[in-house]
């Protein structure tokens, strides 16, 4: 008889960044680690069908799949801590996208010229969305994005609500997460919002099974019982959802309090104790270093830290491989701009992550500048690799116009241009390179071994990425003609063409741009191969035993 499906459906109340995703992905980590064979889902109530145009500043950033789907940055997070899940477009959808959906198949006639409605047409294409992105594996663990009392997510919520009727109540299970805050002038913590919160889920019919509650210190067990009797849960399914200095504390946290042993209860799921002790080795590692660097990020997006998110994990996961703290200074690029030169004075590296727009281009090419001249440690991604190779062009190749076609399109020596073939597309989607590519990397050059090579010991690699301007062919001899080393380069299997992967500079302490975004694919258990190369570069730069 096949195994019954389980789903674990996760809300949050009083505010949003409360940590449902963090507290999601530590779910599903524990569970993983008991054995059970799980995939993550977010659902997010915005009506845009995927966050690929929209801000940094307003969403973060988006974190791209292997299939070129253009997610919520909490499937980063799932990435993260989830380690054999396999994710993919099913993973992640929008109010937007099951609304285009219903919309297609009522104009297709798919309704029979029946009124489409929330209830049922909706929800149902909701639910189907969910059936869907778990079909393979033995639990689901689905976030639903926003805050309990939105109206954006109420579809969402009576969705998940007719599940549990229609699954059966041992089969799925609600996990809320709130606020208790403790309020210094009365010297104690407040249950209220917690309260209020699970009012408003039960208005629409969801008893929460399991309270997470977000507090800067443990609740004693006298508050666990009173949210317990107010909220009509018992006291031992209340937990705390501790402020932390590092989110990988977050589900050893959890189990120390049980909740992976209450999920697996309430659930009916027999499964042994989870091994921990690589994770705790890892966390120790990130509380306790043995030394630490500064690493200088040049960006645009200094004052919106999820802007970089994978990108800041990363470093964190290269400095765990290097037992070393990663210090991260954001540094405005337009501050470069200035003249003010001082601050890449006092870092051990610098790093240009990928962004969009003109916006503070010329900062980061002086500080390219900086790091090539001072043997400073450099690593440029996506953005960063193709401003790399302007500044070469211009500084060291003679182009003294070099550019981009996405800043100067008119320019003659748009040394990175958009592809040929996609000149024609109108539509900002369809010009995108997305997803997993193939990179051959080169091992040896003038007999020594490229840092490409170093970084993954392997000729072959598959990276995702999420761009629509490339190193620009005819102008590639001249610049390689002056020591920058292409050290990775796609090949199409259909026409041959080949595209720039990867640069460095062979004569330098650690130069090395990609076209790709390595970050995504970085684990704190395993840091990805050129992070952990970087950090180390870093450590070396700074003299660091």
Known sequence: ????????????????????????????????????????????????????????????????????????????????????????RKNSFTTGRIYDAVIRRERAGGYLGKTVQVIPHITDEIKKHIQEASADVDLAIVEVGGTVGDIESLPFLEAIRQMKVEEGAENVLFVHLTLVPYIAAAGELKTKPTQHSVKELREIGIQ????????????????????????????????SALDVSSIYEVPLNYHDEGLDERIAEKLHIWTGRPDLSKWSEMVEKIRNPKSEVTIGIVGKYTDWRDSYKSLSEALIHGGVANDVRVNMVYIDSEEIEKGNRDLLRSVDAILI???????GIEGK?????????????????????????????????????ANSAEFKPACDQNVIDIMESQKSVKDLGGTMRLGAYPCQILEKHDGKTTRAFAAYEQEL??????????????????????????????????????????????????????????????????????????????RDSAGVK
């Open 461 to 538: 690699i598959s990276e995702r990425h999420r761009h629509r301007f490339e190193v620009s062919n005819p102008f590639r001899k001249a610049i390689e003609e002056k020591g920058l080393l292409v050290s990775g380069k796609f090949i199409s299997k259909e026409s041959g063409t080949e595209l720039v992967e990867m640069v460095e500079l062979p004569n330098h302490p650690w130069f090395l741009g990609c076209q790709f975004h390595p970050e995504f694919l970085s684990k704190p258990l395993k840091a990805h191969p050129l992070f952990a190369a970087f950090v180390r570069a870093a």
């Open 1 to 88: 008889m096949a195994k019954q499906k389980k789903y674990i459906f996760v809300t949050g109340g009083v505010l949003s960044s409360i940590g449902k995703g963090i507290s999601a992905a530590s779910i599903g980590m524990l569970m993983e680690q008991r054995g059970i064979k799980v995939t993550m889902i977010k659902m997010d109530p915005y009506l845009n069908v995927d966050p690929g145009t929209m801000s940094p500043f307003q969403h973060g950033e988006v974190f791209v799949l292997d299939d070129g789907a253009e997610t919520d940055l909490d499937l980063g997070h799932y990435s993260r801590f989830v380690q054999t899940a396999q994710f993919s």
């Open 353 to 359: 992550p990928g962004g969009f727009g003109e916006r």
């Open 208 to 239: 929460p099974d399991i309270l997470l509650c977000r507090s800067d210190r443990k609740l004693p067990k006298d508050v666990k019982d009173k949210i317990g009797l107010f909220c009509n849960v018992p006291g031992h399914h209340v937990f």
């Open 365 to 401: 090419i002086l500080a390219i500048e900086f790091a090539r001249t001072e043997n400073v440690p450099f690593f440029g991604i996506c953005l960063g690799m193709q401003l790399a190779v302007i500044e070469f062009a211009r500084n060291v190749a003679g182009l003294k116009n």
